[in-house]
């Protein structure tokens, strides 16, 4: 079973992404609700792959996506923003994210997330 | 008539749509100046339409005055879309929008400058912030021309009975982080009762698909 950290100060949020997952997939589902709390769930559970916001109190998810790398450089992280900005897409992925979901995700966007994670996965072992 | 109340839930909805919108408007505003914008997180609120200008008042600074672009938007959600920023506001915006070599034309030239790029920029925040929150909640809005007022808020020209009694205010209150600069700005969205009744039902429309 995959383990999920999915981040995000919006319940809300954090709502709709869980049930974007496709239904025939098992997961075990960690959550966070801001980069601070999501860095020390990290380091208590190592998951497979981490869906983060950007914008969120306490430590914002470009914070978060650094501090999350050092600890683990091979970290997929998937950020799920509502900045749609073009800069923040390229600081997004200079990060080292995998990949950006705009807010709202939808059930096909994050199926097609999720398979690249699965495949960046494979291709780390 | 009883007041409309919100519940925790229905705010985190609104919350969460203002926040894309906001992210929207971010987006589409970067593009014009070409800057990347860093959002705060937004603090949404909702209360009494009569009591909008003490909620403004809080937003301005010392001096009292502020900069409001005022827009109406009609659609099954309809009612006023005010964009409040402190009035230094206008001349960091000018600057972002690369006109400060115009510094040397008289003062009236100025703030006529400064109007038009407070209008272009409330135009964009409003109409990327709106549209993005009602495309969301399946309606679709059209708008008034922009409007700029420059307020003090002790003679604000916004009488208490501006709006229907039954209104009420969703504020939403962010900081632009330019990369140079940093620009306060809260927005409010004014709607009469009917049209915050369909709010709060669309909201519960829009979550349903994720139950």
């Given at each position: 079973m995959i383990t999920l950290l999915i981040v995000d100060d919006s319940p809300i949020a954090r709502q709709i992404l869980k049930k974007c997952l496709p239904k025939e997939s098992a997961f075990s589902i960690i959550e966070a609700a801001d980069g601070q709390e999501a860095l020390d769930k990290y380091r208590q559970y190592h998951p497979e792959i981490t869906f983060m916001d950007m914008t969120?109190?306490?430590?914002d998810g470009f914070q978060a996506i650094a501090e999350i790398k050092q600890v683990d450089p091979q970290a997929i992280i998937i950020a799920a923003t509502a900045d749609v900005q073009k800069k923040a897409r390229q600081r997004i992925i200079e990060l080292g994210a995998l990949m950006q979901l705009a807010k709202p995700v939808s059930p096909k966007a994050v199926r097609d997330a999720l398979a690249k994670a699965e495949q960046a996965l494979r291709e780390q072992l | 008539m009883a007041e409309i109340q919100f519940s925790g839930v229905e705010k985190d909805i609104l919350q969460e749509l203002m926040n894309i919108g906001f992210g929207q408007a971010a987006a589409d505003l970067a593009q014009v100046i070409d800057l990347s914008i860093e959002l705060s997180v937004p603090d949404i609120q909702l209360f009494k339409a009569s009591e909008l200008r003490e909620h403004i008042g809080t937003e301005a600074d010392s001096d009292q005055e502020f900069s409001l672009v005022e827009q109406y938007f009609l659609g099954k959600f309809k009612g006023i879309a005010l964009l409040v920023f402190p009035a230094k506001a206008g001349k960091k915006l000018v600057s972002l929008f690369g006109?400060?070599?115009?510094?040397?034309?008289p003062s009236q030239h100025l703030e006529l400058l400064e109007k038009e790029v407070m209008m272009e920029v409330g135009n964009i925040l409003i109409g990327a912030c709106v549209g993005k929150i009602t495309e969301l909640l399946n309606d679709v809005v059209i708008y008034s021309p922009p409007r700029v007022m420059i307020q003090?808020?002790?003679?604000?020209?916004?009488?208490?009975?501006?709006?229907?009694?039954?209104s009420m205010a969703i504020s939403m209150k962010t900081v632009f982080h330019f990369e140079q600069q940093e620009i306060s700005g809260q927005l409010f969205l004014i709607a009469n009762q009917e049209s915050i009744t369909w709010l709060k039902s669309a909201l519960h429309a829009f979550m349903e698909q994720y139950q």
């Open positions: 969120m109190p306490v430590m | 006109l400060q070599d115009q510094s040397n034309k003090d808020v002790r003679n604000s020209a916004l009488p208490r009975n501006l709006f229907d009694p039954s």
